[in-house]
C-alpha cells in the first residue's frame, strides 16, 4: 500500500475530525497534518491527545499557508474549511478566497 502525506485544512471541525481519523488509519497518524483557524474546535483536543500534528492557521492567509505546504509537503491536500461566522457576503468571500490560496498548488487533489 502506497503512502501518502495528507494535509486537511478544516480538519477540527465535524467532518475534518473524522477525515483525519480514517486519513490517520490508513496512512498513519504521523502522516497527517491538520489545519484550522479553531472557529469551531469540535475535534482539536481529540486530535492533539491522539498524538495528530495540529496547526492553527487561516486559509485566508495566504502567506502562513504558504509556508506551512512549503514546510510540509503534502502529497495530498483536502479542503475543508469553511467559514460560518459574519454576513453572507462575507462568508462566501472568505470561503472563495481560502480555496482559490489553494488551487496556486500543482499536483495537489481538491476535495471541497
Known amino acids: 500500500m502506497s503512502t501518502y502525506k495528507c494535509m486537511v ?3 477540527a ?3 475534518g475530525t473524522e477525515l483525519s481519523f480514517m486519513l490517520g488509519r490508513r496512512f498513519g497518524k504521523e502522516n497527517v497534518v491538520v489545519v484550522d483557524n479553531f472557529s469551531n ?3 482539536k483536543e481529540l486530535l492533539v491527545s491522539y498524538g495528530y500534528k495540529v496547526i ?3 486559509s485566508i492567509d495566504k502567506v502562513s499557508i504558504e509556508v506551512i ?5 503534502p502529497d495530498v491536500i483536502y479542503y475543508l474549511a469553511n467559514s460560518r461566522c459574519g454576513d453572507d457576503s462575507g462568508v462566501a ?3 472563495y478566497l481560502g ?3 489553494m488551487l496556486c ?3 495537489i487533489f481538491f476535495v471541497h
Open 69 to 73: 505546504i512549503e514546510n510540509e509537503c
Open 105 to 107: 498548488w500543482k499536483n
Open 93 to 95: 468571500n472568505s470561503n
Open 99 to 101: 480555496l482559490c490560496n
Open 41 to 43: 474546535e469540535c475535534g
Open 13 to 15: 471541525g465535524f467532518i
Open 56 to 58: 492553527k492557521a487561516d
Open 9 to 11: 485544512f478544516g480538519g
